[in-house]
Each structure stands twice: as C-alpha cells, then as structure tokens.
C-alpha cells in the first residue's frame, strides 16, 4: 500500500504548468507504507517522472518562500547542487536530501539530484511520513581503527561474475565516489542483510542481474581496521541481462589480461593486484560444470 498526496497549485501557477502537461491529475508523490519491502518515494510531475528507496533519504525539513520565475512551469534544477525543485506554487513545499543522487529530469541518468524539492498540498504530512520510516544507518560512512573512510558501517559487498575468461566489470556513474572508475557492482550491507544477499541486492539494482542466472562458488574478504569487504565470486552465461541503472555509466565484459588497462577503482585495484585474493585466476579459470 501507498499514501498519495496531490500537489497543491497556485492559481499563477496553474496556466505554464498546464502547457506542459502538468495538472492535478498528472502530477503526485507517492510513499510506500513503513514495514513494505524496500519502500520507495516515486514523483510524478506530467511527464518527468523520479523515483528512490525512503532509506536513501538523509534529511526531512520545510521550504517556502519561492520567486515565482524561478519554480512556475516544469522541474527546476539549482545551478548549486543539482537539486530538483517540483512546485506548483511559491508557499510551503517538503524538501528532503539523498544520500546517494537520483535521475529526475534527465532520463538518461546523466544529471542526477542530491535533494528534492515539492510542494505538496500536505507538506507536514509528507514530511510526517518520510520520517516516520526507521532510518537506516547502514546508508553512510564509517571510519575503522586506522582512521580511514569506508561505504556503509555494517561492512560492504560486491559481485564478481565471470565468464570465458572475462569479468563483467562496471564503470561507475561520474557523480559517485571515485566516478569513472571500472569495478564491480557492489555497496553497504542493510541491517539483517549477509555479505551474499548484499552482493545480489547491489547487482540487481546496479545493473539489474538477476541473482538466479549467477552460480556462486565462493568468496573474499578484504578488511581494513575492522572493516571488512566482501567480494561474492560467480559464473554466468555471456547471455546474462546486463542494464547500466543506479550508479552505473556503463559495463563491459573485460578480459582477465586486459583489466589493468582500466582505470580501475582503487579499493578493486587493490583486490586485483593482491595475489592473495586470487581474483585473477578465478577469472581465467574454466568453470567446472
């Protein structure tokens, strides 16, 4: 189940945002009940459409006080911080920001929005609601013992798929740390969650695999004062479904003898080159059947 709540426009606001489509029954937020499996935050505004999980929201607070040419009409992005303002009036609007930025008003993912603006019809409602949802602390950084930075306080998780002596490697979207950098899909474990269930969660929503079409065969664990990252190890088909989603500018499948030509991300560099973690000849290995 989900709560809707309806923009509230302006009478100043109604004739450009008509013009392009904009209209009360075009236009919504919708919020999935605490307690639904990965609950999420989905706009609707005529034809832009944004989207994202409630635990990726960092911060809830009021705004108002907008100048009308700056916010009639359709999404304002600010020239600041990329943050996307959907309003349908200058009074009173809900804003929240993410801990990891979402596509809103380009398609192709290629501006994505630290924060979102709306000026719902309920704003103390939607405000009410998006924080009435357990936050999840597994959604920031965490120093270890030797007093470095590291993605997600319960620890993290990747998944590497091989295939023919290939590796199924992702470039990183350019507004994520270290962007434009090639690893594998991976990120912070949530409460409950194994370094298993973890790595599978992160491909599907990184580059929409789908878990049943890998065969795990094992793993590796790198720590870093207490902090540990584990990478999932898997054989799939080159047929396997691959689409560039969240926090993803691309992949490729990249031979085992051709990953050091890469720009490689500097925590996966270090798995790869450690000869250790046998990352190398797992993936110039044949798979047993």
């Avoid at 009036?89 to 809900?94: K, T």
């Avoid at 594998?184 to 049943?212: H, M, N, Q, V």
Wanted: net charge negative; hydrophobic share 40%.
């Amino acid at each position: 189940m989900a709560t809707r709540y309806d923009f509230a426009f302006a009478t100043s606001y109604r004739l450009p945002a008509l013009a392009l489509g904009i209209t009360p029954w075009t236009a919504w937020v919708e919020v999935d009940e605490p307690g639904t499996p990965t609950p999420e935050v989905r706009v609707r505004f005529g034809a832009w459409r944004l989207r994202t999980p409630v635990r990726n929201i960092t911060a809830v607070h009021r705004s108002g006080g907008f100048a009308y040419l700056k916010t009639a009409g359709p999404p304002h992005l600010s020239f600041t911080d990329k943050g996307v303002t959907f309003a349908t009036n200058g009074d009173a609007a809900v804003c929240f920001e993410l801990a990891t930025p979402v596509k809103g008003i380009d398609p192709t993912g290629r501006i994505v929005h630290p924060g979102v603006t709306l000026t719902v019809a309920d704003p103390d409602a939607l405000a009410a609601e998006l924080t009435a949802h357990p936050a999840d602390e597994g959604m920031s950084w965490a120093s270890c013992t030797r007093g470095h930075r590291h993605w997600g306080p319960r620890g993290a998780a990747g998944l590497l798929v091989a295939s023919e002596g290939a590796v199924l490697l992702q470039l990183r979207a350019h507004w994520a740390h270290q962007g434009g950098t090639w690893s594998i899909p991976g990120g912070a474990k949530e409460r409950g969650e194994s370094a298993e269930t973890a790595a599978l969660r992160e491909a599907e929503e990184e580059l929409g695999i789908d878990p049943r079409r890998v065969r795990l065969s094992g793993s590796y664990v790198a720590t870093c004062g207490g902090w540990t990252y584990e990478t999932l190890l898997g054989h799939a088909d080159r047929t396997l479904r691959v689409r560039d989603l969240a926090e993803s500018d691309g992949h490729r499948w990249v031979p085992a003898d051709d990953v050091d030509l890469l720009p490689l991300h500097h925590g996966f560099r270090a798995a790869w080159d450690d000869p250790g973690t046998q990352l190398r000849d797992f993936v110039r290995a044949p798979r047993r059947s």
